[in-house]
């Protein structure tokens, strides 16, 4: 038996305390590990799946979200933490712990909506397809993965909904915007429209700053397709769109528009796409059909509770002492946190000017949370992890079940690995109330 998620406070209702939330997420009822789907159900593929982030927002939003089919696999790691823990949480049935390039497309079952949030670099295409695979660079390998199931499937997802990091607008360096416009060709190759949004998670009352590009795209002939197609891109992408009715923008100050096709196959998108261009074409905020893109950088517009790190906090006294800092170690964790202008050395003797500014140290409890990252679990004193001061006046780091909390998801959800991988998986997670609220808007039209 594996035990499924639920809960009935969605997160722009969220005036109530933090820890009654938490505690509500973690209610959970066993189910059976086939998971049984009705005619109006929503058959949900959820690809790098993690510990369920996409899967614990979605079937928060809605009981119409029926995960059928997940992947979830790490490759060089000996002991697959995530991969257990969704099983744990979620049951096996449908679950793939291998590497999805491995995976026949007819083992994977069919879905309305493919979801996942995939590593952002080495998009390119090769330019001898057949003997490469048409990828370079083993992370991007990953995109592809998601490209095949939608060019080969007998019936490929209609819907779409995908994380990534922020700079996967800007990436590489060298050819600012290339990989998100691969990315952009190829789902337009397949027919699908595109939109997409830069989210900070704390300005929409989340605990955690954490900026993401959220995509959404949907087949041509959908409802949604053809209702985007008729409607002006500015409104679309500001008023009428899946990520502007789920969460509310406004155009930003002095922005700028830019509209445009991208042109060529996808080699030569990979060749040529923005070439010694200086900046990205791409905004904060767009939508694409048939290659043709517009896109503006736009605001939050939100005015509710925000949510704070003090709030998400356990009690001192449950508190396990390995995560209190010793007083002698202090004074490396200021170094680290504090502002520094100093001469270094590289290993074969270069001397160079090294500065950075100063972090806040301790962290503030009055704010939402700073990025939680991968390396965020251990002792060891770190420039980027959590330290708060606690009412004793002692320092310490986050446990597992707060980081859990800033991602917000049901306390405890990661037990069984070590604190080590907790924070690790965290720390690759998203937070499952922008997910919720995209999935509440996505469900009325499908």
């Known amino acids: ?23 509500d997420i973690a209610q959970c009822n066993l189910f059976n590990d086939a998971v049984q789907t009705k005619s109006n159900d929503i058959r949900v593929i959820e690809l790098f799946a993690g510990v369920g982030g996409f899967r614990i927002g979605l079937e928060r939003a809605s009981e119409r979200y029926k995960t059928v089919w997940n992947s979830q696999w790490e490759p060089s790691t000996k002991t697959q933490d995530a991969s257990i823990i969704y099983q744990k949480r ?30 952002c670099q080495d998009y390119s295409v090769a330019a001898t397809l057949k003997r490469s695979g048409g990828i370079e660079g083993k992370k991007g390998v990953l995109w592809w993965q998601i490209h095949r199931i939608l060019r080969d499937s007998k019936k490929p997802p209609k819907y779409l909904f995908l994380e990534n990091v922020d700079r996967l607008l800007k990436s590489p360096v060298k050819q600012r915007g290339r990989d998100f416009a691969i990315i952009l060709a190829s789902l337009s190759d397949l027919g699908y429209s595109v939109e997409w949004r830069v989210i900070n998670a704390a300005d929409y009352g989340m605990p955690q700053r954490r900026r993401r590009t959220y995509i959404v795209a949907y087949k041509d002939g959908t409802k949604l397709a053809k209702t ?9 992408i500001l008023n009428d769109g899946i990520l502007a009715q789920a969460l509310k923008c406004k155009l930003s100050e002095n922005a700028k528009k830019n509209e445009f096709k991208i042109e060529g196959d996808l080699i030569k998108v990979t060749e040529e796409f923005n070439k010694d261009q200086k900046n990205s074409p791409f905004f904060t905020a767009g939508f694409m059909s048939n290659r043709n893109v517009c896109t503006f950088d736009v605001d939050a517009d939100y005015a509710g509770k925000k949510l704070t790190l003090g709030e998400l906090l356990i009690d001192e006294k449950d508190v396990p002492e390995e995560f209190f800092i010793d007083e002698k170690e202090l004074p490396k964790w200021e170094y680290l946190k504090g502002g520094k202008s100093e001469k270094r050395k590289t290993a074969e003797g270069f001397e160079y000017n090294y500065s950075e500014g100063p972090m806040a140290f301790p962290d503030y409890l009055d704010k939402p949370s700073r990025t939680i990252i991968t390396g ?16 004793s006046g002692r320092y310490r780091r986050l446990t597992p079940i707060e980081l859990e909390r800033l991602n917000m998801f049901p306390d405890n959800h990661t037990e069984g690995a070590s604190n080590l991988r907790r924070a690790f998986l965290m ?3 998203l937070v499952t109330g922008i997910v919720e609220n995209v999935g509440r808007i996505l469900e009325k039209w499908i």
């Open 1 to 23: 038996m594996g035990q499924r998620t639920s809960a009935k406070i969605l997160p722009q209702q969220l005036c109530e305390p933090i820890a009654k939330y938490c505690a």
């Open 427 to 429: 720390g690759n997670a």
């Open 90 to 119: 979620f049951g096996v049935e449908g679950h793939s712990n291998v590497d999805i390039a491995t995976v026949p497309i007819d083992e994977i079952k069919t879905g309305h909506l493919l979801v996942g949030g995939f590593p």
């Open 376 to 391: 965020e679990g251990g002792k060891g004193p770190s420039r980027f992890k959590h330290v708060i001061k606690t009412k």
């Open 228 to 236: 985007s197609i008729k409607s002006e891109a500015d409104k679309w």
